[in-house]
């Protein structure tokens, strides 16, 4: 059973920095792209940003290129985002997922940039 648990969100100041995390079960890791995704209430999931099996290729999103950096550690199953430079508009509930998509979704950690 695949499964994904985000974790790390939490309410920052702009220009704050959080680090996500994602920690992965039931599929190989390893073998799989993987992405990160947000979603505000109403609006789609939005992709933000994706990494390679082995880590070697990134892509972002141009609303997060230059401030988020995502990563992984295919030893331990997991998936990380670091997000620096926080802006209001980075307030979403952040989700992982393979690349192709998993049908299963994690429940998710939010994340509210505000003063």
């Known amino acids: 059973q695949v499964q994904f648990v985000e974790s790390g969100g939490g309410l920052v100041q702009p220009g704050g920095s959080l680090r996500l995390y994602c920690v992965t079960s039931?599929?190989?890791?390893?073998?799989?792209?993987m992405t990160w995704y947000r979603q505000v209430p109403g609006n789609e999931r939005e992709l933000v940003a994706s990494i390679s099996d082995l880590g070697f290729t990134t892509d972002y999103s141009d609303s997060v290129k230059g401030r988020f950096t995502i990563s992984r550690a295919n030893y331990a199953d997991t998936l990380y985002l670091q997000m620096d430079n926080l802006k209001p508009e980075d307030s979403a509930m952040y989700y992982c997922?393979?690349?192709?998509?998993?049908?299963?979704w994690g429940q998710g950690t939010q994340v509210t940039v505000s003063s």
């Open positions: 039931g599929f190989k890791f390893r073998t799989y792209a």
């Open positions: 997922n393979t690349r192709p998509l998993s049908d299963s």
